[in-house]
Every structure is written in structure tokens, then in C-alpha cells.
Antibody
Framework: QVQIVQSGPEVKEPGASVKLSCKAS????????IHWVRQAPGQGLEWMGW????????RYSQTFQGRVTITRDTSASTAYMELSSLRYEDTAVYYC?????????????WGQGALVTVSS | DIQMTQSPSSLSASVGDRVTITCRASQDIGNYLTWYQQKPGKVPKLLIF???TLQSGVPSRFRGSGSGTDFTLTISSLQPEDVATYYC?????????FGPGTKVDV
């Protein structure tokens, strides 16, 4: 059974950066995309981007272009998402999710989420 | 970019009722449409992909249909455990845009 475990909550000041991790187990990390999605309090889901676990190709939402960087460490089966120049409105739960076998753009397995609070 | 809309934004129904949620894409997305269920305070869960394919373990009372720009999620007999917000998402190409969600109460 695929398991996705994310790093814990973070509190950051405006203007700072945050880097979250997402560790996948029980599957071949290099064969899947890892997606990042965020959800502001009381709001809907917002796709941020993906990374190809095999070749590290990335694709980002234009909304976050220039502020988001997704990387991966294959030896640790872990993906990372760094968001810079944080604003109060970046306060949200950030999820990572893996693609589904054969349907990599379908978010099949989700991590537990990580709350990022931007506060001065 | 393709925009996704959902209707209604919320609904309340009785146990056993048939519930229908509509999702519309601003351009043709073929059958590249997923539905996710998010129960209160929980992580989103994949329900349906490729418009109508149920993810493993999803009860058969959930059904997806449609193509092109108009899609439907139907719950044939609403159960108390179906209280959740349902999101559609298009995945024909990036960005993988979600709809705004439909909140279902019992």
C-alpha cells in the first residue's frame, strides 16, 4: 500500500521561505509524479505543480511561478516543495500526492497535509 | 487556462436520496476528469477518474458520467458517511484545475 508522509507544521514570517517534505514508501518513487496542492482555511483545493520522480522534470501553476520550487531526492524517496516570499495569504494546508499508476495526472495517494502559518 | 465550475455550491438531502453534482469545463477536456471527496477535517480522497472509473474501494453508489465540457457525479442513495465536499478536477493538461467544490450535507 502506497504511503505518503509529510513533514510537520511550520510557522513563518512574511517574506520568509518554507520547505516541506513528502516521503513516499511502498512503491517505486522514480516511476511516479508527485503533486503539490494547497488549501487555504475554509477554501478549496489549488494545484501548485508536480515533479517527475524519475527525471526531475517539473511543471508549475502560473499562480506560483517564480515562487515555488519542487525538487526530489530519489535516494530518500522524498519530494520537497519550497515556497518563497511568503505572504499572509499563503497560510494553508499543503498536501502532496502521488500520481496513480498508469494515470500520473490523477492524484491517487495523498499525504496527511502540513499546515503552514504565515504570521508576524 | 481552462476554468472549472461546479453546481450547486452546496446542497442538503436526506438519507436515501439521489444526489447529482454538476461540473463544467470552459473548454473540451475529453474524459480527463476526476472527482475527489473531502470529509470535514480530512484529507481529500480520489473517488473517480477518467470521468467514470471508480477508484478501488469506492462504493458503487457513486457514479460519474459526461464528456467534453459537462460532467456529473451522482450518488444513487445518499448515506450519512457521504457528508463531504466534492471537487472535480480536470487533468487533460497542466494546470490541473479544481472546481470550487460542492458541499453535501445530510
Amino acid at each position: 500500500q502506497v504511503q505518503i508522509v509529510q513533514s510537520g507544521p511550520e510557522v513563518k514570517e512574511p517574506g520568509a521561505s518554507v520547505k516541506l517534505s513528502c516521503k513516499a514508501s511502498a512503491y517505486t518513487f522514480t516511476k511516479y509524479l508527485i503533486h503539490w496542492v494547497r488549501q487555504a482555511p475554509g477554501q478549496g483545493l489549488e494545484w501548485m505543480g508536480w515533479i517527475n520522480g524519475g527525471n526531475s522534470d517539473t511543471r508549475y501553476s502560473q499562480t506560483f511561478q517564480g515562487r515555488v520550487t519542487i525538487t526530489r531526492d530519489t535516494s530518500a524517496s522524498t519530494a520537497y516543495m519550497e515556497l518563497s516570499s511568503l505572504r499572509y495569504e499563503d497560510t494553508a494546508v499543503y498536501y502532496c500526492a502521488s500520481g496513480l499508476s498508469g494515470q500520473q495526472l490523477v492524484l491517487g495517494y495523498w499525504g496527511q497535509g502540513a499546515l503552514v502559518t504565515v504570521s508576524s | 487556462d481552462i476554468q472549472m465550475t461546479q453546481s450547486p455550491s452546496s446542497l442538503s438531502a436526506s438519507v436515501g436520496d439521489r444526489v447529482t453534482i454538476t461540473c463544467r469545463a470552459s473548454q473540451d477536456i475529453g474524459n480527463y476528469l476526476t472527482w475527489y471527496q473531502q470529509k470535514p477535517g480530512k484529507v481529500p480522497k480520489l473517488l473517480i477518474f477518467a470521468t467514470s472509473t471508480l477508484q478501488s474501494g469506492v462504493p458503487s453508489r457513486f457514479r460519474g458520467s459526461g464528456s467534453g465540457t459537462d460532467f456529473t457525479l451522482t450518488i444513487s442513495s445518499l448515506q450519512p458517511e457521504d457528508v463531504a465536499t466534492y471537487y472535480c478536477q480536470k487533468y487533460n493538461s497542466a494546470p490541473l484545475t479544481f472546481g470550487p467544490g460542492t458541499k453535501v450535507d445530510v
